[in-house]
């Protein structure tokens, strides 16, 4: 899952959303059948239809995040992802591994992203990528479904920037990778009974290296727009921090799953 907001509020403001996520989620899992699911891929972006001026500009921002994305990952910021790459073809995202291993990164706007958004998250892990709910409608706006959700704007509809199209990527694709999380219809009750035994998502341990892959990215962004001296100074609070074991991140290097 993909929480909004500082770190602050991942453990205060947001968990009384997330205890009403996890009743919301079990009436929910009920009536799933009759949702929609949409893909947002580049093929869809250039078709024709929709607020083409708006969609030109989501995919341009998509392909920066992709040239970030992978400056990350050949970068030594990266510790928790295994070594590799990502691309984006028309029908989307694909992360391979170095070792050879691949993984569809898909983006779903879906029924199901819906009832994440207004819990309070933007996006949630899935076995081929992540879910992604719709935005608030605004009734000045024609509705466009591949632009109007949460991976390409916020809730308000504040359009996302590159960093952070980046950083939700790397962060899901944490939970595909090493299957953490609502991966798989098992992992999604078991996701969920620790959720229900904690009233909490924010300290869940499916998020620790998902987490540890977004302070990383955090770590990298802010010392790419950073003079020298300053870069130092936060690869110096990356090493302390990376010294010793917390309790809410897990930082690789791991073994890469088979
Ligand atoms: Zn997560
Ligand atoms: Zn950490």
Known sequence: MEFVGD?????????????????????????????????????????????????????????????????????????????????????????????GRSWPIGVHSTGWGDLVVATGFRAQEARDGFCVGAIERNPEETLDGQLDQTFFRARDGEWQDSFSLAEVTLHETTHVVYRAGTIGPWNTIGYYAVAVATLSAANHPAEDRPHATSEEFAWFAAARSSEPEYRRVIEGVRDEHLAVAHEHCAHGPFPEPR
Do not use: H
């Open 7 to 99: 770190e602050g509020n991942r453990k205060a403001v947001a968990r009384e959303p997330r205890a009403r996520f996890t009743a919301l989620a079990a009436l929910f899992l009920l009536a799933a059948p009759a949702c929609r699911s949409l893909e947002i891929t580049p093929a869809a972006l250039r078709a024709p239809g929709g607020r083409t001026g708006e969609r030109a500009a989501a995919l341009a921002r998509w392909e920066e995040a992709l040239a970030l994305i992978n400056e990350f990952l050949a970068s030594d910021y990266r510790r928790t992802l295994p070594p590799g790459r990502f691309e984006l073809t028309p029908d989307g995202m694909r992360f391979r591994s170095a070792a």
